[in-house]
């Protein structure tokens, strides 16, 4: 496959595409089949060698923190996606996005937005997470409340508006008189203008200030937080003994990997409560230069890259390579719960009167590491087998080649569950019946 990668620290000219083996998970990973990859600031830090995270002990080294694209292999502990799942992630600095299949903890990963496509929702995680961690996890802020964010067009800045009045906060934020109407739109309060106004002389005093500038727009801000408030930046640490003599928290943190959190930000993305910005795309092959644009100038919202070509994907395609299984209820001994045999939702394609509830299956339903009884006419006669989902995208007997009588493939998969404690299921192909004489489980 292949990668972006670094084997010194220096400018752009040190990044190289290259041909490396494709990724193993281990048990708590998954591999991600990478469609797009975000650019960002921290990725031109480890490129020239200026983040501690990265050192010449970890070259040669593939860049990039956050990604999206659909799970192309599952370790096997990880029972909370399947093959085939649209996912995003921000990742751990040890794995890089910069490459077509990429590891990541599958703590890290969350389902994709639906209402985004992967070059969107790759531009969302490290940005996402950073502006979501900045102002809940370390800056408390709370419905009602005042916050100030320096930098609100930027990447973090443009989700840190949107996400702080989401919760019902009011925002103030500094930016260029070209971006005035950019955050305007996307919530902000009250815009502030750093190249001709002064933020501390028209802000009235805030609950937060996000800082995402640093410098001496930092030490400034100490003078419109509230006594009680927040100083938080993601670029230098506050002066602690200023903060404590004014009554105020202050401090600098990294953002850490946070699956639920980004699942999170991907429900008010499909809410409509959060708009994406992507500023440019680029090529794979042109990582180098998008990150020189990165660094040269001002970017509203994201850089990304594309990576490995999305394949157009259909409802029939998804139907024909998923389970199609219902969970057996032990109480009740029959087929019940939420039927897989189809992708469609309500008022997709394929959706009919008769069932217009089809909906995209539950991660948690019929998960790898579990066992799937299929029953299928075999001439003019009913036949089972007893399979385990190692592989959603695979339809691989247990016992190949060995069908059975439907009752006979039931006791079988009763003692396998006995034994191992896994949870089973039932595939009924198109034409066959549940018949509840063929047994129960339990």
Known sequence: MQAVRIHRFGGPEVMAIEEIDRPTPAADEVVIKVFAASVNPVDAKMREGKYPVVTEKDLPYVLGRDVSGEIAALGSDVASFLIGDDVFAFLSPEHGGYEEFVLARADEVAAKPQSLDAVGAAAVPLAGITAWQGLFDHGGLQTGQRVLI????????HFAIQFAKAKGAWVATTVSSSDKDFVTDLGAD???DYKTEKFEELAEPVDLVFDLIGGETQDRSFSVVK??????STLQEPDKARAKKLKIRAGRY??????????EIAALIDEGKVKVVVASTFELRQAAEAQSALGEKHIRGKVVLKVVEQQART????DARRLRAYQIWEDEGRPEGQDLAHWYRA???GATAERPDYRRYSSDVAPVGSLVIKFYHSGDQIRGYVRKVADTAADDPIFPGEEMEPDAAFKLADSHKADRSEPVFVELV????????WGRLG
């Open 430 to 437: 198109e034409g066959v019946e549940w018949n509840p004489a």
């Open 254 to 263: 990294t953002a850490q990997p946070n699956g639920a959190q980004l699942q």
């Open 315 to 318: 409802a029939i395609d998804d």
């Open 227 to 232: 006594p009680g408030g927040a100083l938080i």
């Open 150 to 157: 320096h930098g609100g067009a930027g990447g973090v800045g």
């Open 190 to 192: 009250q815009v502030i």
């Open 347 to 349: 008022g997709d394609a």
